[in-house]
């Protein structure tokens, strides 16, 4: 089991950037796939991101490749997610979540982080 604590978000102007991260604890991190979700009010929660265990293959929503990138260091058991060219659609509760196996699929995230509220205003 991996304990998940995100942090980093707040308030953004659109076009600006933010970073935010999830800080783990437990042994399994550095061999856990990870991934990044979000919901908007009234809304499904929703892929985002995902990186494998080491970091070499990651993926990217369609609505956010290219402006966001996922990234992860297992010395630091911490997980990032660089946010870029921000707009107010992408305003949201960001999970990060940790996996078995490097997947796009909320059902397969067995351990979730409490949520780190981003808004970005217009």
């Known amino acids: 089991q991996v304990q998940l604590v995100e942090s980093g978000g707040g308030l953004v102007q659109a076009g600006g950037s933010l970073r935010i991260s999830c800080a783990a604890s437990g042994r399994t991190f550095s061999s856990s796939a990870m991934g990044w979700f979000r919901q908007a009010p009234g809304k499904e929660r929703e892929f985002v991101a995902a990186?494998?265990?080491?970091?070499?293959?990651?993926a990217h929503a369609d609505s956010v490749k290219g402006r966001f990138t996922i990234s992860r260091d297992n010395a630091k058991n911490t997980l990032y997610l660089q946010m870029n060219r921000l707009k107010p659609e992408d305003t949201a509760v960001y999970y990060c979540?940790?996996?078995?196996?490097?997947?796009?699929?909320?059902?397969?995230?067995?351990?979730w982080g409490q949520g780190t509220q981003v808004t970005v205003s217009s």
């Open positions: 979540a940790a996996s078995s196996s490097f997947t796009t699929l909320r059902s397969l995230y067995h351990d």
């Open positions: 990186i494998t265990w080491s970091g070499s293959n990651t």
